[in-house]
């Protein structure tokens, strides 16, 4: 239970990033939002592996190069969730461009990146 909160204060401070990217994208740099969604998504996906790698499940001594080549895969399909769902939410549902976003990240973290960053990408965790 205590690595699982962990993981979520981390999916927290990186969705914030996330989020704060997104929305300077979007209102002062003119960025299309679900283009800008997808820079956040990056943005956010770096700093939460380096949190999680250090803090959340402490694996700081494993390969790095290893964790990274995992983690990298999983986030492709983060990405891919993430970015398809704001693009229907937005573009098929109608639903504002922020809240889309906080929807769908969320579906993903609890349903998608918590188990495999626990279960594959960071295995060696306690």
Request: charged share 15%; net charge positive.
């Amino acid at each position: 239970m205590k690595t699982f909160l962990k993981a979520n204060v981390a999916a927290t401070v990186a969705s914030a990033c996330d989020y704060v990217f997104t929305f300077v994208m979007v209102k002062f740099a003119g960025v299309d939002k679900v283009l800008a969604c997808i820079g956040g998504t990056v943005a956010g996906g770096i700093i939460n592996f380096f949190i999680c790698r250090y803090w959340a499940f402490k694996v700081a001594d494993g390969a790095m190069i290893q964790q990274g080549k995992k983690y990298f895969l999983t986030w492709i399909g983060n990405l891919v969730l993430n970015a398809s769902g704001v693009y229907l939410l937005i573009h098929v549902a109608g639903v504002e461009y922020m809240l889309a976003k906080v929807l769908i990240s969320l579906t993903v973290a609890l349903a998608y990146n918590y188990p495999l960053q626990k279960k594959y990408v960071f295995k060696n965790i306690q």
